[in-house]
Each structure stands twice: as C-alpha cells, then as structure tokens.
C-alpha cells in the first residue's frame, strides 16, 4: 500500500484540532487534519455549542429586559420568532466560520482528508482506501451528546445541542429540558424568556450539581421567578405518547408532563468507537477513555490526546490547555505535567456562575490547609442599584502563618451577572501567585462591579489585623 507520511497528524477539526493546527503550523511541522464531515470543521464550540448557544442568551437577555421594562411604562407582548432568531445565530456563526472553515484551512496550505479515521497500526492511519503516517499523531474527536432509547422515544421530536440551533424553527409553547447541568440551565432558561413554559427536569437534588449548594440554590430559585417549573430528583421513565412525558420522582412516584418539544442535555459521550484504537497500541479504561500519562500521552507515546476526546473536562478552553501543553513538551522533551489547579469555567446563565481553581472538596481531599472566605453582595452600590444583591462571592486563600502573613488566592466561585468577568482579575492573582494585599490596595473606578473582589479580600485582611 502507498502511504503519505507527515510530521503530525491531527484527527478532528473542533477547537482542540484548530489548536494543533496553529501549534503545528508554528513548529514548522507539516500537518494533516482528519475530519469526518467538511461542515463540522470548527467543532461543536462554534456549530453546536458557545457560539450559538451564546447568541441565543444574548437575544434572550433582551426579552427579559423588555418585559421588565414594563413596570416603568414600557408595553411589550408577543414571542420570539424562531426563524428570525436562528437567522441571527448563523449569522454570527459565518462571521467566525470565515476563518475556521475547510476553505480557510485550505487557503493556508493546510492538508486536509475529509472521511472517518482509523489506526491501522502504532503510527499509521487509514481514511478510506488512502493511509497516512506520523510519529506524531493527535486525537482530537470531540464528544457528541449523550443518547438513551427511552420507551416511546420514536414518536417524539428530540432536540439536542447538535439539532436545537438548526431545527427548532418554532418556538414550543411547552418546552421539557431533560438534564441540570450547564447546558440544560442555560437553554431552559433562554427558551423560558422567549416565551415558552420551561419544565427542567433534573435527576439529580439540586441543579448544577458540580457547583457549591448554596449557589445553586440562588440560580433556582432565580429561574422560578422568571416562570420556570424545575423538578429534581426526578428521572424520564418513558414517553406515554408525542405529547406526554412520564417522569419518576422520587418520594412522590411517577408525574405526568405535557410537552411541545423536548431537549435532552443529559450528558456527552467522546468519539472514539471509529478509531479502532486497540490497532494503534492504546489502551483504555473500563468506560472506554484512553489511558493518558501526566502529559497527554497515550500507551502509545506517539499518540496524544486533546479536547474532549482527552476524557477530562469538556470547555473548548480545555482543549487550548491541552494545546498548550503539547506545544511546550514537544519543544522541551515532555519536563511539564498536565495541571488542572488553575482552570475555570462558567455557566453562562443570569446570574452567571464562575469557579475557577481549587474547590474546598479537593482542597479538603488533598489535605491542603486553606482560608475559606464568603462575601454576599447585600452592601455592594452596583448590587443594589443593578438588582443582583442576592450575589455571592467564596475565595479559597492559603493560611496565614508566622512566616508568611500575606494570603494568596487558591480558588473560588462567583454567582452574579457577569460572573466570569468578575473572576479574570481573581484569576490572574491566583496563576501569578499575587499576595490579596495588592487587590486591597488597588484604587477602582466606582463604581465598577469588580470592587466586590476588593470588598471580599478587605475582610480577610481586616480579620488578620486584629488577631
């Protein structure tokens, strides 16, 4: 067989594989992208998640702040036309698909093989009837969301993330969110302001079950005032009919939900069954994720992993971690580990939720000695006159000793609008090792929403004067 040879070969064109393409491109490497379908060259951030998803949240946030406006005067009815939103959406999506698109890529002399990839052997790939090889290979797959065949299933209209931005052309006047987590949140809330009745059902006891308890309680209860009907520990048994729901919840038995469409947000599956791993020598686990060291690498050490596919955490900012990370190891011989401590993400409800760093049950699990510090927003001027004084803030902050009386930062959430800006200065404090006395002493424009971050260090520093 005619085999191609190139210096690495990237399998997925999402935004780990976009990454590799740049961090390639910069080495000097010669670079052959894999990607099954042309049109999913950009990866599901930009065909099927951040960026319509944020667009839709952006279009939302403006209903909610007209039909607020009412009680100052302003009169407005009516509910969102789905084709004129979606119309926006793609809109967006082709001002940044300009230069994340097969053509794009092209129009740079980047090789690319559109068809399903698989490992014929430890350095080899086979697409089609065409074989490739590198010593560098890179599995950038993504995930897709996760499927289960309920009873009844086939006669419902199912919207995922990978449908909703293209299919929901009308809007329901009765909208089932199956899934609490941060897609489910954020979708059953915008479609809540678009005017539909939004049933979240959540399996688990609280709603973003990955973030501090009390903050989710602050967002649910945040979403119940704008109309939304949320049910936890409550699990979809089957489908009675194309209309009807039948729904376990625990302690009260099965309820009945009527539904005009329904969106599954129940979890993401990594796209690995194509690969025919076992032929390339990489391992996997008993759920199926490949085996990785500390620096991406599978059992095969000419293979690595990014992304999702990396089966760690699904951000399109952890595929560029990821990306970063390879790009310093291949130009220093792999001296650098795989380190978490410092990641963030937020969930892009209103209010926001950011957390960033170490949380207290891993701090609490790893037997570090921390500070852990609350400040509510109850006091705060751009609180009150903004309407978010039901805010919070907790940073995790390394102890005071005899030695070292300045605390740094370790961690901590945020739940307020605009939460995941609130936390940059936050962050860049704790990857700098920044003493808290600096933010203290920082003058801010008032009167600017980050002055809580001020608010919330000041009393750690007013405790350590007095004891």
């Not at 053509?103 to 980047?110: H, I, K, M």
């Not at 903004?386 to 995790?396: A, N, Q, S, V």
């Amino acid at each position: 067989m005619q085999v191609q040879n190139f210096d690495i070969i990237i399998i997925g064109g999402g935004s780990a594989g976009l990454g590799a393409i740049g961090m390639a491109q910069k080495m000097g490497w010669k670079p052959l992208v894999i990607d099954k379908e042309e049109s999913h060259i950009g990866g599901d951030c930009l065909n099927f998640g951040c960026v319509p998803s944020k667009a839709l949240i952006h279009l939302a946030k403006q209903f909610h702040g007209a039909k607020k406006s009412s009680q100052f005067g302003l009169n407005v009815s009516g509910k969102a036309d789905m084709k004129k939103i979606l119309n926006y959406v793609h809109t967006k999506q082709a001002v940044i698909r300009a230069h994340e698109s097969a053509d794009y890529l092209r129009s740079q002399g980047v090789d690319l093989k559109i068809g399903t990839a698989s490992f014929v052997d430890e350095k080899t790939i086979q697409v089609g009837d065409e074989y490739f090889t590198s010593e560098r290979i890179i599995i950038a797959t993504g995930s897709r969301p996760r499927h289960i065949p309920f009873k009844g299933i086939d006669q419902v209209k199912i919207f995922t993330n990978e449908n909703l931005f293209y299919e929901m052309t009308e809007l329901p006047e009765r909208f089932l969110v199956v899934g609490g987590g941060p897609i489910g949140c954020e979708m059953a809330q915008t479609f809540q302001r678009f005017g539909s009745q939004v049933t979240l059902v959540n399996r688990g006891d609280r709603i973003l079950g990955k973030e501090r308890a009390a903050y989710s309680e602050i967002l649910q209860g945040e979403l119940e005032k704008e109309g939304m009907k949320i049910i936890c520990n409550a699990s979809l048994s089957e489908f009675e009919n194309s209309n009807t729901a039948i729904v376990d919840v625990k302690g009260q038995g099965k309820m009945e939900i009527e539904f005009d469409a329904v969106l599954m947000a129940i979890g993401r599956v990594l796209n690995l069954e194509d690969l025919e791993l076992e032929k390339g020598g990489i391992k996997t686990d008993e759920r199926g994720r490949m085996i990785l060291d500390d620096y991406l690498r599978t059992s095969n050490h000419r293979v690595f992993a990014s992304g999702d596919a990396a089966g760690m955490y699904q951000f399109s900012h952890g595929a560029e971690m990821h990306t970063r990370l390879l790009s310093y190891n291949f130009k220093h011989n792999f001296n650098k580990k795989h380190d978490a401590r410092y990641l963030s993400w937020v969930t892009f409800t209103q209010p926001e939720i950011a957390t960033f760093g170490m949380t207290e049950e891993e701090l609490q699990n790893k037997g570090i000695n921390f500070w852990r510090q609350d400040q509510d927003f109850g006091h705060d001027d751009r609180a009150i006159v903004d309407e978010y004084t039901y805010g919070k803030i907790t940073l995790f902050l390394t102890p005071k000793t005899f030695w070292n009386k300045k605390r740094k930062i370790l961690g901590g959430s945020i739940i307020a609008p605009n939460a995941g800006e609130l936390m940059q200065e936050l962050t860049l404090a704790m990857e700098a090792e920044i003493p808290i006395n600096q933010i203290y002493e920082k003058i801010y424009a008032y009167p600017v929403a980050s002055r809580i971050n001020q608010q919330t260090v000041m009393g750690v520093i007013r405790y350590d004067e007095e004891n």
